[in-house]
């Protein structure tokens, strides 16, 4: 083969990866579009098993459509035999089915629309949480961001209060409990579900205590 021939052969396959990733980020699937697909795949295979999503046949906390989707035994509630049941194990983002020390991967999906949080453990949306993220006039940043810095206790200067729990994502924008002043009082819990922040992620109590024990800076977190 000549080298033009071969030089035309090259340029055309580059041109044409090209618009095949360019279709690629056309036709990407929004996380709520993922959820869905997933929803319905599950909701088909679960047929097939015939598994009880509801049901929890060990005893261990997860329920057997969680047993099914991690492939763990739902009839053993410590499958790989470590001394730590299945729940706690993926709870804690560790694989049920190995005594390895490597962390499944983890991840935060923010839907402001909705106003909810989902951590996902190994792509699996494994909790849900109400949040209250920004309001019209301050609106929450949308993209794909990482968790950039971790404080127990993070003061604002500007405003004055305290934001528990502080997961920093991008700017002065952060996810963290709900915030309250020197005084001790706190910003009410049935804020949570309505966008009224300054920007911020606002969590209740408990679930922003047990996202900051459990992720890490570099955590990705995607906003939409
Ligand atoms: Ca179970
Ligand atoms: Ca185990």
Request: charged fraction near 25%; aromatic fraction near 14%.
């Amino acid at each position: 083969m000549t080298f033009r021939i071969k030089l035309l052969i090259r340029s055309f396959l580059i041109v044409s990866n090209l618009f095949l990733v360019g279709i690629g980020a056309v036709l990407a699937f929004s996380p709520e579009e993922r959820a869905i697909q997933d929803a319905a795949r599950w909701e088909k295979a679960r047929k097939v098993a015939s598994v009880d999503p509801y049901r929890d046949t060990d005893g261990d906390g997860l329920t057997d459509e969680f047993e099914w989707i991690f492939g763990t035994d739902l009839n053993n509630f410590d499958t790989d035999g470590d001394g730590y049941s299945d729940f706690l194990e993926i709870d804690n983002a560790y694989d049920p089915l190995s005594d390895a020390l490597e962390k499944f991967p983890q991840k935060l999906e923010i839907d402001l629309k909705n106003q909810r949080l989902f951590y996902l453990v190994n792509g699996v949306r494994w909790r849900e949480f109400s949040v209250s993220t920004g309001k019209a006039s301050m609106p929450t940043p949308t993209g794909n961001f990482q968790i950039r810095n971790k404080v127990e206790l993070a003061w604002s200067e500007k405003y004055g209060l305290y934001m528990p729990y502080w997961l920093g994502v991008v700017g002065a924008v952060g996810i963290h409990q709900l915030p309250y002043w020197p005084n001790g009082y706190r910003e009410g819990a049935d804020h949570l579900g309505k966008p009224v922040s300054h920007g911020c992620i606002r969590l209740g109590i408990i679930p922003a205590a047990y996202l900051y024990q459990r992720l890490s800076v570099g955590t990705p977190v995607e906003i939409y």
